[in-house]
Nanobody, 114 residues
Framework: QVQLVESGGGLVQPGGSLRLSCAASGSIFSLYGMGWYRQAPGKQRELVAAESSGGSTNYADSVKGRFTISRDRAKNTVYLQMNSLKPEDTAVYYC????????WGQGTQVTVSS
């Protein structure tokens, strides 16, 4: 069983930055692919960024060059650094961990507004 606890969401002005954190516990963290999805009101959940267990990353086209996913294996934590935020980045952001099963965090709200 894997537990994921997210933090770091909030309200930020356009052009600002936020860093989301997702702390994992309960399993062998290094075996898991991890990443972030987001869901805006009235829209489907979409992949934002992902990092495989081997360290390769991929990003949604809409966030390339602005968002960076990283993992601190000593802390069992994955991060999403979000820069140059836009109003269209407003959504609930969900952390996930995937190995033999798929686990989700509870979600954290990110609102980009002036």
């Amino acid at each position: 069983q894997v537990q994921l606890v997210e933090s770091g969401g909030g309200l930020v002005q356009p052009g600002g930055s936020l860093r989301l954190s997702c702390a994992a516990s309960g399993s062998i963290f290094s075996l898991y692919g991890m990443g972030w999805y987001r869901q805006a009101p009235g829209k489907q959940r979409e992949l934002v960024a992902a990092e495989s267990s081997g360290g390769s990353t991929n990003y949604a086209d809409s966030v390339k060059g602005r968002f960076t996913i990283s993992r601190d294996r000593a802390k069992n934590t994955v991060y999403l650094q979000m820069n140059s935020l836009k109003p269209e980045d407003t959504a609930v952001y969900y952390c996930y961990a995937a190995y033999t099963s798929l686990y989700w965090g509870q979600g954290t709200q990110v609102t980009v507004s002036s």
